[in-house]
């Protein structure tokens, strides 16, 4: 084991430099994390050009690894052993809470950032918060006595859990959120790795028809929505969406439309209400600052719709995300496009944005190297 490790560091806005990293002591509740992946997400996107408030930061939120250092009580009480393959939640709970107690970890205050600024989680907490390692973007990794690990089912690569958090995300949204179920029928808008996961997710419950929106840059991304189960892939910036709905849909329209175009502003919300059939349900997903002047709420009443709104996952969520990918029922290396090293970290951010290597839909960074 060595003692230091060289860490990918946010040092300021979309600037990333390498540092040499202590690797700290493990105490008996506690474990080290070697880190096999560490998945890119659009919030990495948004947060890596932000800048830095207060010391550096390691990011690296969505994380899978060996449990490579493991404290007595940490194996105990996590009931898990040194080499075994987890998941890591991002989560960083208290513990003690009723969201905790119910595995809704993301509305604990403790790590909750939209209550309290200071809230840890994994891939945003600075390096001034001991021992430092907490984000994925490093070879070795601090887990906590708190941290939520899961284990990786038999037959999982590492690759492919690293699809983890918008496979848990789909399950949330589609199923638990949205409703989705046997013979729905359902509007997917955005064909990003989150809506991916919903299409998954709702073939996976059985729904009958699924229909997916995007732009004429996601003609790539479309195509893989529908090996992965959508049966209707619709460019709103060449067809007449809510037309090709209604056509599709005999008239009726869908019983769950699920929007993952967060920054895409009013219109997805839009076309998900006037698609939505009566008693319809629309799950929408924005950013914080998102806003809808002249929201057309008598529509909602008239049509007699359910509107919710969601965010990350529960602890359910990912156990069923990561038994759907244990199930290989959908070909997930269409969406595990690119990998890299650690040396081309911020590379591999803009590549989730768009600005790097085309066609990425899912992007994983490998701290040890890509095989
Ligand atoms: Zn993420
Ligand atoms: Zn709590």
């Not at 105490?27 to 990495?44: F, H, N, Q, R, W």
């Not at 009566?278 to 914080?288: I, N, P, W």
Request: hydrophobic content about 40%; proline content about 6%; overall charge negative.
């Amino acid at each position: 084991m060595p003692e230091q490790v060289l860490a990918a560091l946010k040092v300021a806005a979309s600037t990333m430099e390498f540092r040499e990293m202590e690797i700290p002591e493990i105490s008996p509740d506690a474990a080290l994390l070697k880190v096999e992946v560490a998945g890119i997400c659009g919030t990495d996107v948004s947060q890596y050009r932000l800048p830095l408030r207060g010391s550096p930061i390691i990011m690296g939120h969505e994380n899978v690894g060996y449990l490579s250092r493991v404290g007595k009580l940490f194996a105990e009480r996590k009931g898990v052993k040194e080499g075994d393959l987890v998941f890591l939640e991002h989560y960083l709970p208290c513990g003690n809470c009723e969201w905790d107690h119910m595995g809704e970890y993301r509305h604990c205050t403790a790590t909750d950032w939209f209550y309290d600024p200071e809230a840890i989680r994994y891939g945003y907490t600075p390096i001034s918060t001991p021992p430092a390692l907490w984000g994925g973007f490093s070879p070795y990794l601090y887990l906590a006595p708190n941290a939520i690990i899961h284990k990786v089912p038999d037959g999982v690569t590492p690759v492919e859990a690293g699809t983890a958090t918008p496979m848990a995300n789909g399950v949330q949204w589609a199923l638990f959120e949205g409703g989705v179920g046997y013979a729905s029928v359902v509007l997917i808008q955005g064909p990003g790795q989150q809506g991916l996961s919903c299409v998954m997710a709702s073939k996976h419950a059985g729904a009958d028809r699924i229909i997916v929106t995007g732009t004429s840059k996601d003609a790539r991304r479309l195509e893989v929505c529908q090996a992965m189960g959508a049966d209707d892939v619709i460019d709103v910036d060449n067809e007449d969406a809510l037309e090709r709905i209604l056509e599709i849909t005999g008239g009726r329209g869908v019983d769950v439309s699920v929007d993952c175009t967060v920054g895409a502003g009013t219109a997805p919300t839009l076309l998900g209400i006037e698609a939505a059939k009566r008693r319809g349900a629309v799950l929408v997903v924005q950013g914080e600052d998102s806003e809808f002047p002249n929201f057309p709420i008598g529509r909602m009443t008239r049509k007699y719709i359910t509107m919710k709104s969601a965010r990350g996952h529960s602890y359910r969520a990912v156990e069923l995300g990561l038994h759907q990918i244990a199930s290989h029922r959908f070909p997930l290396e269409l969406m595990t496009t690119h990998s890299f090293g650690l040396e081309e970290i911020d590379y591999a951010i803009k590549s989730v944005s768009g600005d790097g290597a085309p066609g990425a839909i899912h992007v994983s960074v490998f701290p040890w190297g890509v095989s």
